[in-house]
């Protein structure tokens, strides 16, 4: 059975990456722009809260098991 060959108007099956944004100030440092790009940036803000909120449960838990550790464990 041979391959079918894809459609003459399909698009690239890999990932392309997005164009870069004009820069906005020319003498802006590596990491503001990466606070600005990655950060802060309205289409990846939904992302970063899931990390953030994420990483806050898992310190909370950590604290809680330290804290109150003993009274997890019966004697």
Known sequence: MSRRAAPTN????????PPRR???DPN?????????EQI???E?????????????VFAAGIFV???WGD???PA
């Open 10 to 17: 399909a698009a690239p099956a890999f990932f392309t990456a």
């Open 22 to 24: 004009q820069i906005v």
């Open 28 to 36: 802006e440092s590596a990491l503001s722009r990466f606070i600005r």
């Open 40 to 42: 802060t940036a309205p």
């Open 44 to 56: 990846k803000l939904p992302g970063n809260i899931s990390i953030v909120t994420g990483m806050s």
């Open 65 to 67: 098991a330290r804290t």
């Open 71 to 73: 009274m997890l464990v």
